[in-house]
Structure formats: C-alpha cells, structure tokens
C-alpha cells in the first residue's frame, strides 16, 4: 500500500469519525436536563413554607454564589400572581451573597411569594425561582398561582449554553498550545530533516492564525448566549451592558485581549531559529498559560466560599493541560502529518521515531495533571456515588471519564505498539508506511474523541454541580413516574406534611404550548377524605409547578400524574409516596479539603512538578538523568504533599472565611428587660478555671456547625449594635453571673434605645474558628478569631499601612445546649 493511498484511507476513516462525531456533539448538548442554577438559594428569612402569625417587615435571602447586582432581583407576589408594589431591594454592603426585600406595612394575613432572579458574579450563570410564605394561621393557607407562569423566562436555552461553552474551550485549547508543543516536541524532532521542513514551519504559521481566529469566534458566540439571559433592552443593549456592567464581560474582555497578546507574540516568536529569539518565546509560555486563567475565573471553581483561589489555580492548570494535550493531538493532525507527506519513508520514520516519544512524555505530563486537579474538581463539585449517578453533572463527567478512557486507549497504542513498529522498520531498514499511516488513524481518532469531549465539558460547565444538586434534594423527596412514557418526576419540597412546593418535570421533546398537567391525590386507608385533585401551573419547558397544603396529613399517598395534550388521550402515572413528619434522608456529599491560597498554590505547584520530573526520569534513555530527575521529582512531590496538608482549611469551619457579618443576620428574638430582671442578682462572679478538655474532644460536623451558627449570629447582632438580641445568644448561668449586681441605669437606658447598626467599614469580621473541642463537663469550647476596625486605635498612626496596623482578636468562647441549640455560657479574654 502506498503512503498515498493510506492516508485516503485514513481520511475515509475519518471522515466516518468524525460523522459519528459531531452527531455525538449534536446528542451531548441536545441532551434535556434540568435548566442550571448556580447562585441557587442557600436559605431564607421566612423560609419556604413559613406560617408566621404576623407579618414580616423584611425578606433576607442568602445564595450560593455571590450576586450579580445589575441583574438579580427579588419581587413580592400574591396568592394570585400579581406582584406587590412598595417594596424595595438592598444589598447588604460587605455581603456579596444575600439580597434584603423590605416589604410594606401591614400585609394582610394569606399566603405570598417571593419571585427571585440572580446572575452569578462568579460564573456568570443565571438563575430563576420562587418560595412562598404564609401570613396568619394553616387556616390562611392558600394555592397560589406560580408568579410569572405561562410566560417565557428569556433564559437562553441550555443547548445553547453548552455549545457556547464547547465552542470557546474548541478554539482556545489549539492556540494555547500552538508554542509549548511546537518548542518542546516538533521543533527538535525536525532537526535531521531542515531543508525540508520549510512547508511545516509555514503550515504551523496558519494554524496560529485560525487558531486564534477560531478562539476569537468562540468567545464571540459564548458573549453572544451569556447577553440572551438578560432581560431588558435590545439585544445590542444586552451585549453592551454584559460587557460593561457585569465580571463576566469584564473577564471577557480580558479573555480576548490575551488571546490577541498571544496571537502577536507568536508572531513575533523565531519559529525555526528558537535560540534568537528567546525572550519572545518565554512570553508565549507566560501567556499562552495565562490565557486559561480567565475561563478559571468564571467556572464553578470561583464560585468557592473557601479555598476559592487554590481552586482556580487547580482549574486553571487542568484547563492548561487539557489544552496542550488536545491541541497537540491537533497540530500532529492539521500541520506535522500532512508535511511529513512531501518526505520518503525513511526520512519520515525518522522524524516520527524523535516526536512520538517526547509527545507521549509531554502527554503524561498532562495527563498527571489532569489527574490530580480532575480528581480535586471531581471531590469539589461531586463528592460521592449518588452525586455523580444521579445528576445531570455527574453523568456528564462519566461521560467525559469514558471519552478519556477512549483516548488513552489510542495514546497507548501510539506510544506502546506504533512507536516500536517505526524503531523496528528503521532498525531493519524495512520499506513501506503501513504504520505511518496506522498513527494517522489513531492520532485522528484521538482528536475526534477530544472534540466531543469538548462537547461534554460544555455540558458540565453549563449545569449547576452535582454536590448543590445532592444538597438541594436533601431538602425534598423526588417521586419518579419512570414506567410510561413520557417518563416524569415529581419534587416535593420540603416533603412533609404541611405545605409544600409540587414540581412536575416531564422528560422528552417540549409538550405543546396548550399541554396541562394535574395531581390526584388520595390516601387509601381515609375514604372519607375522597379524592384531591391539584391543577399545576406550566412554568417554562416541561416543568409544572404547584404550592400549596394539600399533603396536610402524615399518611402513605397514592399519587396520580395525568398529562393532557390536545387531541390525544391523556398519559397518566401512579405511585405510593410516604408522606411522614420529619424530611427524609439523602446522603449528602461531606466536605471536601480547601486550603489556603500561598501554602496551597506553592504545593500543588511543587506537586505538579514532582510528577512531571518523575515522568521525565521514568521516560529518560540516560542512568544518570533518569536518577536526577526521578530523585527531584520525588522530593518536589513529596514536599508538596507536606505543604498541601499543612495549608489544608479545617473541613468542618472553612465557611467561616474572612467575612464581615452583617447586621441583617440579626434575626434572634431579643431578650427583654423583664427577663433580665428575673436573672439579675441571682448569680454570682466566678474566676472558673481553665476548662478541662475531654478525653474524646472531637466534635462531629452538627455541633461545630451550630457552634459557628451562634457565633455568627452574636456577631451579627454585636455589628447591629442590638443589646436585646445579643442577650439571647447567652446561657441564662452567664447573664444571671454577668448581672450579679443588678441591671444598671445606663444599661437599661442603652437597651431601650433604637439599634443604629454600624457602618459598613466598621463591621466585625469573623476571621476563623479554630481548636473546637469538647469539654468534660460536655460544654464545647472554641477559639475565635476576629477583627473589630473600631478596635483599632492605631490605625491613626502614619509609620504603618492599614494592612499592617489591623490586629486580630482572639477570643475563648465556652457554649452549653440549651433550648435546641448552643448558646454562649462563658468568655475567656486571654
């Protein structure tokens, strides 16, 4: 067979791939799943079902991820949808994650809701959905008509949003590479054969050019779908205002310019005479990997409460080698193998015997860094077997393990069987190219497969992560109707008796506009209760939705889902659910390992390096470049692990962070003086030693939650300068040793004065909780760290920064249980 006509073969082959290819891209983000929500909502003042007896004056709701100012929003709806003038939006400065509804005066009693829309500031993702409360009693408890049903959302459709994400990552990962393979592998492989490789050098000089061409088009389409979400204006206003007023525009406008920078400084680089122009080519290597760092900035890993920049390094590096073993596969394709055609067989098994095994050293390079920030994103964003089966997310990436599977299958095929093939024909001086052409197969089938990888990654990026999906579940039951088709579920929220939010989700290709769905719900031990039938509101795609008491009673419930599309007979699917007291459990992801920024950044870095010198070593022909490079690599890795250990956040308080509480979480009733009147006098002060530490200190993840809740809380009220509230964070056995004396004028006098929160810059910030541990009288001690600028009577001197001059303050705080939760019961002041 001629070299010619296998490489028409090949490309036969090929083209059949990659046939098979696109449609698998077609099928990938085609794939109905349920619509992202990535600043979802964490928790909220009333909480979803509330019955409170009087009316709030304020609607305090804390999110995942932190907001987007110019386009989150919340509005208040009543029973029947209709929203509810005079109300008003705040921020609460110094906290990037909640939104305050102030609502108006003397809501009549009934049920409201509370319609909400947020844009991400950390990936740029949008998200939309209501909770509804109730004023009075159970008896004022009423369905209410699902605010904005029946309308569109203008949410760009998750297709969409996939293909922009596929599209940008499609065309950044060859520029990105175009200079760390060309410089490390096909440079040096094309010494024996200068005269010839002219064509290659001009050929790689066009592929940086549509390279940077295809990343431009791609960040172009992903601009163009992120400016669809929002909700106002033209869409030329759109594109205008995502570029100028949100951080995904602003990151993309740094997106293109490093890619333009990149594109320039690679045509400045001396492709063939490397050595002359040195300087040029170190800034290719600088950019070309700080080109990944603005898609870092905007993936789910920015969206990290703790730890949040060790996880966009770790991204950005995957991103990095992700890009360079993808766009490597890509440059043999497009530029090296179609140059080697112009050479005789023996001269192109020669190039080929010096490329593929500095390629394959460069590919496991990657590959070790794939691995290990892969695994660290894989623990963040899924965490367990449920997380990663069950979700949208998690079977994205399952796909994405499978097509890398694909793909290392090939990779060791080049590196084990064809690279001996071509040192076996050279060796024995045999004619023919059979296993030239053989690499231009696997190479090719290589690169289809990470294009449609590509396509998953898209996926994955543009859906909520797998462990928030677990965690929202964890607060509802899921009902499937899985035996007809269409198959369907039904979410109940927070599926118990009581009221609860209904939402029906109906799988396959979207149901006519007129489509109506509707609940029948019986229990079938109580005849004499018949037979309730619910009617859902249609709130966009195929989801239904419905809120209301209609499982008031702790019972097992037949529950019928009947779906009516016109002119056809209506689908219906029924099912058991248990409907008890208390929320069921759902195995919830436990935390993963955060770690601080310098000591985290430096071990993952020196982690990274170990592996790569001990890739290189194990690849290394030479006894002595093989030890040196093995025995650094190994003290690299070795000491990266020791350091990424050492700045490892405790799992159980990393969201305690470095946050200013703000006033708004104030919301404890507060103690009044009547009750501290029945407490005064009847303690006396006490020198208590040093508490004793219990033989098994440790403490499970409850309590040191509910510790760091209390703590929080007194924080809170101590910046909302709220005496009253403070007061019931405490034990009654502090206050009645604090009051010994009796309850002072000037005391009283402050505490019947209206609270003046404190100003934004003079907020208390929680830095850490550390050394929580249990006491042998059963009490829980921890150390708490804070930072009070009004504290901070240095502040005024000149010889020092505001960096330098802010102290920390660091506080024993002693809790007791009582009342179901845990108070404060002393203060040690070291």
Known sequence: ?????AQGTASSWASRLLIAALAMIVATVMWPSSASAHAALESSDPANGDVLASAPSEITVLYTERLEQSYSRMELHDSQGEPIEGTSLTFPSGDEYTMVLALPANLPNGTWSVLWRTLSNDDGHTARNYFAFTVGSNADIVPIVIPGSGTGTGDAPQWAGTASRWAALLGVAPLIAAWPVWSTVIRPSLGPVRTEAVPIVRGMRRFVIGAAILAIAGSVFALAVQAWTLPDGTYFDKIVNTLGQTRYGHLWLLRIGLIVVLGLV????GWWFMKRRQVEGGIAWIVAAAVALPFSLIAHASAQTSGRFFAIAADAAHL?????????????????LPGLRRLDPERRRLVLRRLLPRFSTLALICMAVIGVTGFYAGWLHVG??????????????????GLLLVILILAGINLL???????????????GSVWTSRLGWTVTGELIAIVVLLAAVGQMTSLQPARDVVAEESRQIAIDFGRVSPSSTLLLAPGVAGPNHFRLEVDGPNLPVDAEALLRLTIPDRDDLGTNEVQLSRVGGNAFEHHGSDLSIAADWQVTAIIREPAAAPISAETTVSIGTTAPDVIVPGDPWRFETLGGVTGLTLMLVGFAGLIVGFRSHSGTSRKESAGL????LLLGVILLVQARIDPI????GGDAIDAAFCTVAPTTLDELATLA????????PDPAVADDAQVDEETAAAILATTREMLACTNAMDTMRRMSVFTDDYLSEVFSAGISDEFALEAGQTPVPRAAAELITLVEIREVERLADGRVTATVVTLDPMEQDHLHSTSMSMTEAMTTTMTQLVFAEGEGRWLVDEIIVP
């Open 633 to 636: 690599g190994a003290a690299a």
């Open 653 to 656: 308080l990393a969201s305690a």
């Open 417 to 431: 069987v064809i690279t001996r093939k071509l040192v076996a024909q050279e060796r024995e001086g045999a004619e």
């Open 681 to 688: 006098g009847t303690g006396e002060p006490s020198a208590t």
């Open 384 to 401: 367990n077997w449920t997380a990663l089966t069950t979700t949208p997310y998690g079977r994205a990436l399952m796909v994405k393990l």
């Open 266 to 269: 690679l045509a400045a680089c």
């Open 1 to 5: 067979m001629t070299f010619a006509r």
């Open 320 to 336: 990095v080698a992700a890009s360079i073993w993808a766009g490597g596969i890509a440059l043999l394709v497009a530029v090296l």
